[in-house]
């Protein structure tokens, strides 16, 4: 059974810092790109970052360009997503998410359950 587990959420003042980690099973993990996404409360669904299956190229979306560095260790299924410099905009519930494919920002396969990130002003 293919499992996405994120953890490392919580509570953060503006201009501090989170790491998100997600915890992957059941899938060959070295064999997907891993992405996060995010969806605040009234907002949609929306693309935050995704690394290769082999973690060399990454791409993010433009909101958190500089702020954010995604990363994974595939000795150990897991991929990561650092926050740095937060706005109170960061606020949503990230979702980890994997795909085939080299950089997507859609039509993922599988996604956690999501971890729950508040920023305060």
């Known amino acids: 059974q293919v499992q996405l587990v994120e953890s490392g959420g919580g509570l953060v003042q503006a201009g501090g810092s989170l790491r998100l980690s997600c915890a992957a099973s059941?899938?060959?993990?070295?064999?997907?790109?891993m992405g996060w996404f995010r969806q605040a409360p009234e907002k949609e669904r929306e693309f935050v970052a995704v690394?290769?299956?082999?973690?060399?190229?990454?791409d993010y979306a433009d909101s958190v360009k500089g702020r954010f560095t995604i990363s994974r260790d595939n000795a150990n299924n897991t991929v990561n997503l650092q926050m740095n410099s937060l706005k109170p905009e960061d606020t949503a519930i990230y979702y980890c998410?994997?795909?085939?494919?080299?950089?997507?920002?859609?039509?993922?396969?599988?996604w956690g359950q999501g971890t729950q990130v508040t920023v305060s002003s």
């Open positions: 059941g899938i060959s993990f070295s064999r997907y790109a």
């Open positions: 690394i290769t299956y082999n973690g060399r190229m990454t």
């Open positions: 998410a994997a795909v085939t494919g080299w950089l997507p920002r859609d039509n993922y396969d599988y």
